[in-house]
């Protein structure tokens, strides 16, 4: 079933005071699939922070909040400085500066990072028209011609990317689950096509 924003809204609210999470202790991200990653603490308790896809923090019991409904959540953990992190990476995100920005941010060891890929859309749903393709050829061997079809293998570039910045594979877990296949577990943009909101909320704190 759709939700209005404010449903959604009230939602959310009610989903976190179930886990304990007073709304004061969230911080939610804006999402503008852009490559903006912002450092937010107490101060920021119970805000949206607008233009931006990527949150990270290193205050204790702040959780950082955003919305996904085929896009990829991506958790950060830098074990050394206690500090964590959260982006909304569509496919705008995984072809941009959003991953490296997050990683830049989180400290200059990337090897002292874990990062945890919640569920997407997976190649096997992913078709791009023929105009979009060119955004992707920075990532050759993600794209995937079928018949008369492309696809695009979005955690493929995913992990390149997280990679590229120096955190090793035994650091990277995906779930690799896909959200247009598994309509009972995941609410899915692209298959719905949804006239008001339908959202999955990731958050993580510390």
Not at 143 to 161: A, E, H, S, T, Y
Not at 167 to 187: G, L
């Amino acid at each position: 079933m759709g939700l209005s924003f404010e449903n959604t809204t009230t939602n959310f609210i009610a989903y976190f005071k179930k886990q304990g999470i007073e709304n004061i202790n969230i911080v939610r991200a804006g999402l503008v699939h852009g490559d903006n990653v912002v450092k937010v603490g107490i101060t920021e308790s119970g805000q949206t922070i607008p233009n931006c896809d990527g949150l990270l923090t290193d205050s204790k019991n702040l959780f950082l909040s955003l919305t996904v409904a085929d896009c990829y959540p991506i958790y950060f953990f830098n074990r050394q400085d206690r500090k964590i992190g959260l982006i909304h990476c569509g496919w705008r995100g995984a072809i941009s500066p959003l991953i490296k920005n997050m990683v830049k941010a989180l400290g200059p060891e990337p090897n002292k990072i874990l990062v945890g890929v919640g569920p997407g859309i997976e190649l096997c749903h992913f078709e791009v028209r023929n105009d979009i393709i060119r955004n992707f050829e920075n990532f050759p061997e993600a794209i995937r011609p079928k018949g008369n079809k492309v696809f695009i293998d979005l955690p493929l570039i995913i992990k390149k990317q997280l990679m590229q910045t120096g955190i090793t594979p035994e650091n990277i877990e995906f779930i690799d689950e896909c959200t247009y296949c598994d309509k009972a577990k995941y609410f899915s943009y692209r298959r719905d096509k949804p006239t008001e909101i339908q959202t999955m909320v990731a958050y993580i704190g510390l």
